[in-house]
């Protein structure tokens, strides 16, 4: 399977706990993104990075969440001190050259206790 | 303020009939407007995007219609199958210097397909 892949696709974790995602992107994809997502409600965007550079960030990204991309490959998004708010599927979506075109995965369920 | 939104939750039609899902805009500054399905259990997917300077693109089986006028997005599915069940999001996405790489999506139009 060559589409975008995220481990784990589940996770159950206690309230102020860290939890660390991860994301393989398409291969030679140079754009990585993250996005929250609540039930109901459409994507909403986090952040992106253009190869190992991290371009932009959204003001839903609190100093508790960071996320990285060292070698311009995966990319990995921790939370720390997890709230019951921070409960959600985290979306991480690639993309070579356009924006518009995102390709996502399947995403990881966040269940905070 | 930036808002993408869609007129009704739920969209229910017959299979063969075509399917038309709106959705309103509040931000002129968009440069494009695009469509996603998102089938349950897994992560959205494009289905077709339209530039700010068009009214009207058509894909296979789908037609993307912009008016600017009201600040009106819908796509159009035809001869609507089963495999379209999904949650429809439209999302709009500002270019340009910023090279941002921001979607906002709506909230999205949940399209049951009775066989």
């Known amino acids: 399977d060559t589409g975008v892949s995220q481990d784990p696709r589940h996770k159950i974790t206690k309230r102020g706990q860290n939890v660390t995602f991860r994301c393989d992107p398409i291969?030679?994809?140079?754009?990585l993104y993250w996005y929250r997502q609540t039930l109901g409600q459409g994507p909403e965007f986090l952040t992106y990075f253009q190869n190992e550079a991290q371009l932009e960030k959204s003001r839903l990204l609190s100093d508790r969440f960071s996320a990285e991309r060292p070698k311009g490959s995966f990319s990995t998004l921790e939370i720390q001190r997890t709230e019951q708010g921070d409960s959600a599927m985290y979306l991480c979506?690639?993309?070579?050259?356009?924006?518009?075109?995102?390709?996502f995965g399947p995403g990881t369920r966040l269940t905070v206790t | 303020g930036e808002s993408v939104g869609l007129h009704l939750p739920t969209l229910s039609v017959q299979e063969g009939d075509n399917s038309i899902i709106n959705c309103a805009y509040s931000?002129?500054?968009?440069?494009?407007f695009i469509w996603y399905k998102q089938e349950s259990g897994k992560g959205p997917q494009f289905i077709i995007d339209i530039r700010s300077n068009m009214d009207k693109r058509q894909g296979q089986r789908v037609t993307v219609l912009l008016n600017k006028t009201v600040k009106h997005l819908s796509l159009q599915i035809a001869a609507t199958q089963p495999g379209d069940s999904a949650v429809y999001f439209c999302a709009e996405n500002r270019a340009g210097s910023s090279n941002t790489g921001k979607l906002i999506f709506g909230q999205g139009t949940t399209l049951q397909v009775k066989p």
């Open positions: 291969s030679e994809h140079n754009r």
């Open positions: 979506a690639s993309s070579l050259g356009s924006v518009r075109e995102q390709y």
């Open positions: 931000n002129s500054a968009s440069d494009y």
